[in-house]
């Protein structure tokens, strides 16, 4: 069942905390034994603050209500430099907690640092001491706590590097809080930072880049306008770069989200480019299927990889996600895909027969021949095909069309203005902040 499982490589380029809803959901899929996961978790939590939670596994896997007592001193530890933090910070944090003296801060930071130095006797230790102490928030679970101090912190830090360690942390408390508009508007901050930023080395904007598409797997699969947004970033160059370098397992999302997705067929063709290039490095059935479909023509192969893919986004944290509907759980995306991808090989398989058995087409739809007839019969209607079934002889006949000149220039300059516009983007999106910078 985990042959097809993604979560060793998605963790490794993952903060520790944004692994545990990974593991929750292998946990509830029984993808691997209970004390397999609870180990990882155990392991997970080794890196953080949160002892209590990890004293709480401990007591589940081993069956017992004792404690190690290395756990014992560790969350000693964390009470008393929690305890040193709060003080440390709390002239600070009183003052932002108090929404008349917030007031008179300022857009100008260096307005602000000289304001509350005079007025306040809140310097430089101050403002480092909050963001120590919204780091260990973060470490401890409290991540409501931690966005609000880091979100504080960045309206006073001059440190930029200091202020972008800040914002991912900040994205990966609000991704954590499944806050999704308010992750999505962090991700394109730090998108427009990590573009336009001078980095030490090529290869450190590589990774940074692949951090954050990485990261941004948990909006794209949540948020509403998702779907387009993860096309939107995966196909720009830079980042379509960093997928083919180091991040080849990517194209699982990014192909799903393209067959799911109709108002972006148009991105099909440039899919399947990139999927024939990244063959010999990456595949699973989600990308051998479309392989199959549109460079083999292999029906057969299709139909076979249709079924296995149904497995794997059952399987996989981002595209499994289970809604409950009553007394009922539905996995919306897998219905999607199954749809689309059935239409995929229907239109395709129309594309080259005039007159087709339907008998044929339903098996290599995987569906009953009366399921077949249906779905071709509202796909008539719908004036999505332009067809007519002969029922005595069980057949589609299909009628000839010869595409229109014109319709065909079109159809090609909406992918040029797409590809004129993220170009555009690219070029003016790096200038806006270094000129926002410069300021």
């Given at each position: ?40 978790k ?39 430099r ?26 100008d ?31 401890c679970?409290?991540?409501s ?13 001059t ?9 991912w ?9 499944q ?64 997928i ?17 997705n ?18 010999h ?38 595209l ?53 007839e ?57 200038a ?8």
């Amino acid at each position: 069942m985990a042959e097809h499982d993604l979560t060793a490589l998605l963790a490794a380029q993952m903060d520790r905390h944004l692994v545990f809803p990974l593991l929750e959901f292998l946990q509830e899929r029984q993808l691997y034994s209970e004390p397999e996961i609870l180990e990882a978790k155990i392991r997970l939590l080794s890196g953080t603050n949160m002892v209590d939670y990890a004293m709480d596994i401990h007591k589940s896997l081993h069956g017992t209500d004792d404690v190690p007592e290395d756990m014992v001193r560790r969350r000693a530890e964390v009470v008393s430099r929690l305890r040193s933090l709060e003080e440390a910070a709390a002239p600070l944090v009183t003052f932002l907690q108090n929404p008349q003296l917030v007031q008179e801060l300022r857009p100008d930071k260096q307005y602000n640092i000289h304001m509350l130095q005079d007025r306040y006797q809140i310097g430089p230790d101050q403002i480092e001491a909050l963001y120590q102490y919204a780091k260990f928030q973060f470490e401890c679970g409290n991540y409501s706590g931690a966005a609000d101090y880091l979100y504080q912190y960045r309206a006073l830090c001059t440190n930029s590097e200091r202020s972008v360690s800040a914002l991912w942390g900040k994205l990966a408390a609000e991704i954590l809080m499944q806050n999704w508009d308010v992750a999505l508007e962090e991700l394109n901050r730090l998108k427009e930072i990590i573009d336009s930023k001078n980095f030490s080395s090529p290869l450190n904007q590589l990774q940074n880049r692949i951090w954050l598409m990485h990261w941004a797997l948990f909006i794209f699969f949540n948020h509403e306008n998702g779907r387009n947004g993860i096309i939107d970033l995966f196909f720009q160059d830079r980042y379509l770069n960093a997928i083919q370098t180091n991040a080849h397992h990517l194209l699982r999302y990014l192909a799903t989200a393209v067959v799911v997705n109709k108002r972006r067929r148009n991105m099909l063709k440039d899919l399947i480019k990139v999927i024939q290039q990244e063959q010999h490095s990456y595949k699973d059935p989600i990308t051998e299927f479309l392989e199959c479909l549109y460079v083999n023509y292999d029906f057969d192969g299709a139909q076979q990889k249709l079924m296995e893919c149904e497995q794997v986004i059952l399987n996989d944290p981002f595209l499994g996600k289970r809604i409950e509907e009553g007394n009922f759980v539905t996995v919306p995306l897998r219905d999607e895909f199954l749809e689309n991808a059935r239409l995929f090989i229907f239109e395709t398989y129309c594309r080259i027969h005039r007159c087709i058995d339907i008998s044929m087409l339903a098996q290599k739809l995987n569906m009953s021949y009366d399921e077949a007839e249906l779905w071709i019969m509202n796909l008539v209607r719908s004036s999505k095909l332009d067809a007519r079934i002969d029922s005595v002889s069980g057949t589609l006949i299909m009628t000839t069309n010869h595409v229109n000149v014109h319709e065909q220039i079109v159809e090609n300059l909406k992918g040029l203005n797409m590809r004129t516009y993220m170009l555009a983007k690219n070029i003016v999106e790096p200038a806006q902040a270094a000129q926002q910078a410069a300021r």
